[in-house]
Antibody
């Protein structure tokens, strides 16, 4: 079954870090980029960044530069996103998503993880 | 990075057609054909409904169609059904330093 399965919910304190995992199955992990998107409670979707199939290249938006690290472990088909210096504004559902490829990269996301709720509270 | 502009809500009766607009700029929606649409039911992950302005992924009903004119993209749902009640987000590749932007989201009520 083609799917992305994310790690469980996290409750963490301001100033701490959190690392969310995204495990792929049912397809060749190294053939696709993985993107990360977050959704604050009751709010819309926000693109955070992406990591290339082999993990060698990342693109992270400026507001998260220095706070977000994306890595991958091809041996277990898993991508990680670590977010540091957490504040209450980082409380959100974090999704990983696969970029669609037909005959070329389509810059859209055809497969999503179930989401990981990160709650930042003292 | 400003989000693309969508109406907050759209409603329709079963069997009717509705259209959701998504307005951006020449740096995103109007600059290329990488516009997509996602459906999100409460408590669920988004689902890709349309990619590259008007293409439907395998398994998506042909009641969903997409189009674009200038800086505005549109999603039309025809033959509205109760199961279409959800939030819908447009999404575009951009030529800015932030390569992707989502719309503000539209709640569809049937």
């Amino acid at each position: 079954q083609v799917q992305l399965v994310q790690s469980g919910a996290e409750l963490t304190k301001p100033g701490a870090s959190v690392k969310v995992s995204c495990k792929a199955s049912g397809y060749t992990f190294t053939d696709y980029s993985i993107h990360w998107v977050r959704q604050a409670p009751g709010q819309g979707l926000e693109w955070i960044g992406r990591i290339s199939p082999n993990g060698g290249d990342t693109k992270i938006i400026s507001k998260f530069q220095g706070r977000v690290t994306m890595t991958g472990d091809t041996s277990i088909s898993t991508t990680y996103m670590e977010l540091s210096s957490l504040t209450s504004d980082d409380t959100a559902l974090y999704y990983c998503a696969r970029e669609l490829y037909t005959t070329k990269w389509c810059k859209s996301f055809d497969l999503w993880g179930q989401g990981t709720l990160v709650t930042v509270s003292s | 990075q400003s989000a693309l502009t969508q109406p907050a809500s759209v409603s329709g009766s079963p069997g009717q057609s509705i259209t959701i607009s998504c307005t951006g700029t020449s740096s995103d929606v109007g600059g290329h054909n990488y516009v997509s649409w996602y459906q999100q039911h409460p408590g669920k992950a988004p689902k890709l409904m349309i990619y590259e302005v008007s293409n439907r992924p395998s398994g998506v009903s042909n009641r969903f169609s997409g189009s674009k004119s200038g800086n505005t993209a549109s999603l039309t749902i025809s033959g509205l059904q109760a199961e279409d009640e959800a939030d819908y987000y447009c999404h575009s590749f951009t030529s800015r330093t932030t390569p992707y932007v989502f719309g503000t989201g539209t709640t569809v009520t049937v």
